[in-house]
C-alpha cells in the first residue's frame, strides 16, 4: 500500500502502513491514535453505508448526514477511505494484496467474521509473514463468552467498579459516554505498537472486559481489597463519607467541584474568609468530618457563599490555599479556556461537507515527532480509485467494480 502524497509531515510512526477493519468507536480510536502520529491508516469500509459511527453523530445542527458525523470526524483524522465488499471474492482479493504491503491489520468485527472472509491471521501471516494482526471484541477471540454481545454499559458493569458508583439506596451508575471504548482503544493502539517493535509476526487479542478487569478506574484496589478482606465496594448516601466539603456545589454561574474534607477542612475556612462560626472547636473534633448534622449546618454557610461567587473565582481562591477543586466545565468553557488555546489542544480541521469545526486535539506532545492533522476524516469511500490504481486496476475496472457493488 503506498503512502498518501498527502501525508507531508514525519511523525513518530509515518514509516507504519496500517490496514484498518474497524467500526464505531474502540477500534477507531485504536487507529485514530496511529494515524495522527504518522501511521498511513486505510480505512475499509462498506460500500453505501460505511462505518456505523458515521450514523450516530452528534450532527452539525441536528441534521444527520453520513459525512458530518461529529464521532466519525472526529475517530477518523489522517485516514483514507477505501469501500469494500468483504463478502466477495474479489474484495477479498483486494484486501489480500493490500496486506503484501502493510505492517499492520487492526479489525473489531465479532471472532471469527475475519475466518468467514478468507482473511484471518493464520491466512494472512502467510501472505505477510511479518504482519501484526490486532483483534478487538467484548470478550476476546477465545473462551465461553466470545460469541457475546455487549454494549459499553454492559463491560462497564461486569468489568468496572459500578458497584460503587451512585446513591445508597438507588441502582449503580456507570461513568458518562463511552469510557470504556475508548479506553480500550488506547490499550490496543498501544498493544499494537508493542507488537510491532517486537518485529515479528503476532496476533493481538483484546477483550473489551479485559481492558476493565486490569484498568486503574478503583477496579484494581477494590479487587485487591476484595480478596484480602472479603468485602465488595459500597455506595454512599452522602458525601460525609468522604468529609465535607466533598462532592458537586452550585455556585453563580453553574457548578464546581471542591474535595475539602477531612485534613483539607481548615483549609477550606481559610478560603471561606474564616468566618468566627467556622472556628469553633467543634468542627475539628476527631468525629466532626462524619457526623451528617454538622455537614448540614456547614452547608449552611458555604451553598451561601459559594453562590456569591462564579466557578472560577472559588478554583481560584481554592488553589491560593491548597484545596482540592475545579470549575464543572462545559464544552464551550473547556474549549474556550486560554490555557489549551495555547497549547494548541482544539485544532480547527476543515471538512468539504462539514465545514470548519473546532476538534479535540493530541493527548501527548513529543517535541520531535509532532502531531499534526494532515487531513480530515475521509469522505465514504474517498480514496477507493487511488488505492486500486496503486495495485493496477484500470478506471475501467474499478467502474465494473463499483457497478456490482464490490467497491
Not at 495522527?36 to 491508516?41: E, S
Not at 444527520?64 to 466519525?72: A, M
Not at 475508548?182 to 509476526?201: H, K, P, R, W
Not at 475539628?284 to 448534622?293: G, N, R, S, V
Amino acid at each position: 500500500m503506498q503512502k498518501s502524497a498527502e501525508q507531508e509531515h514525519e511523525g513518530a510512526l509515518s514509516d507504519l502502513r496500517v490496514l484498518d477493519f474497524t467500526h464505531y468507536i474502540a477500534g477507531p480510536y485504536a487507529t485514530k491514535l496511529l494515524a495522527d502520529y504518522g501511521a498511513d491508516v486505510l480505512k475499509v469500509e462498506r460500500p453505501g453505508s460505511g462505518d456505523g459511527a458515521r450514523r450516530i453523530g452528534p450532527f452539525p445542527r441536528d441534521v444527520p448526514h453520513l459525512e458530518k458525523s461529529g464521532t466519525f470526524l472526529h475517530l477518523n483524522t489522517n485516514k483514507r477511505s477505501l469501500t469494500l465488499n468483504l463478502k466477495s471474492s474479489e474484495g477479498q482479493d483486494i484486501v489480500k494484496q493490500l496486506v503484501e504491503n502493510v505492517d499492520v491489520v487492526v479489525e473489531s468485527f465479532r471472532p471469527g467474521q475475519m475466518g468467514s472472509y478468507g482473511i484471518d491471521y493464520e491466512i494472512l501471516r502467510t501472505i505477510n509473514p511479518k504482519i501484526v494482526m490486532t483483534s478487538i471484541s467484548n470478550f476476546g477471540q477465545t473462551g465461553p463468552y466470545k460469541d457475546f454481545k455487549a454494549s459499553d454499559i454492559i463491560i462497564y458493569g461486569m468489568g468496572g467498579e459500578m458497584y460503587s458508583t451512585g446513591l445508597e439506596d438507588r441502582e449503580p451508575l456507570k461513568l458518562g459516554e463511552h469510557v470504556v471504548l475508548y479506553q480500550a482503544g488506547a490499550i490496543a493502539a498501544t498493544a499494537t505498537l508493542g507488537a510491532v517493535f517486537a518485529d515479528g509476526s503476532q496476533h493481538v487479542d483484546v477483550s473489551l472486559m479485559e481492558t476493565q478487569i486490569g484498568s486503574i478506574d478503583r477496579r484494581m484496589s477494590m479487587l485487591l481489597a476484595y480478596q484480602y478482606n472479603g468485602e465488595i465496594s459500597k455506595r454512599s448516601a452522602t458525601a460525609t463519607a468522604g468529609g465535607y466539603p466533598n462532592g458537586v456545589f452550585i455556585c453563580q454561574d453553574g457548578y464546581v467541584q471542591v474535595a475539602g474534607g477531612r485534613n483539607y477542612f481548615d483549609r477550606v475556612v481559610v478560603m471561606m474568609g474564616a468566618p468566627d462560626v467556622l472556628l469553633e472547636e467543634r468542627w475539628y473534633t476527631p468525629e466532626a468530618q462524619y457526623d451528617p448534622e454538622l455537614e448540614d449546618e456547614f452547608n449552611t454557610y458555604f451553598i451561601p457563599w459559594c453562590l456569591e461567587r462564579t466557578k472560577r473565582e472559588i478554583w481560584h481562591v481554592a488553589q491560593e490555599v491548597g484545596v482540592l477543586s475545579a470549575p464543572i466545565n462545559a464544552a464551550s468553557d473547556f474549549v474556550g479556556d486560554s490555557e489549551f488555546q495555547k497549547r494548541g489542544a482544539f485544532p480547527e480541521i476543515e471538512h468539504p461537507f462539514a465545514g470548519d469545526l473546532t476538534y479535540p486535539g493530541r493527548p501527548f506532545i513529543m517535541n520531535e515527532s509532532p502531531w499534526c492533522i494532515r487531513r480530515p476524516a475521509p469522505l465514504l469511500g474517498q480514496h477507493t480509485d487511488e488505492v486500486l490504481c496503486s495495485l493496477g486496476y484500470t478506471e475501467g475496472k474499478i467502474g465494473l467494480l463499483r457497478e456490482q457493488g464490490i467497491v
